[in-house]
């Protein structure tokens, strides 16, 4: 089909977005019992995730995605 291509890479970068935030930050079990008590929750969690790329980048770290320095 016309675009099918293109909406199996889109379909890919979304399933690897949804598997790393239940994966590395369990945002499965996120622990939140209010809408706003779970958008904290994430916001942390991701703001969390991008400090520590830009950590791994600015000190030259081989992989920036890895969190398991950070992971105690």
């Known amino acids: 089909r016309y675009g099918e291509p293109m909406l199996k890479k889109v379909r890919q970068l ?3 977005v949804n598997d790393t ?3 590395q930050l369990d945002l499965e ?3 939140g019992r209010t809408f706003d008590g779970v958008a904290v929750r994430v916001a942390q969690r991701l703001l969390a995730m991008t400090a520590a790329i830009w950590h791994n ?3 030259g770290a081989p992989v920036t995605r890895s969190l398991i320095a950070y992971d105690h």
């Open 29 to 31: 079990q996120h622990g």
């Open 14 to 16: 979304i399933e690897s």
């Open 21 to 23: 935030l239940k994966g």
């Open 57 to 59: 980048n600015k000190t």
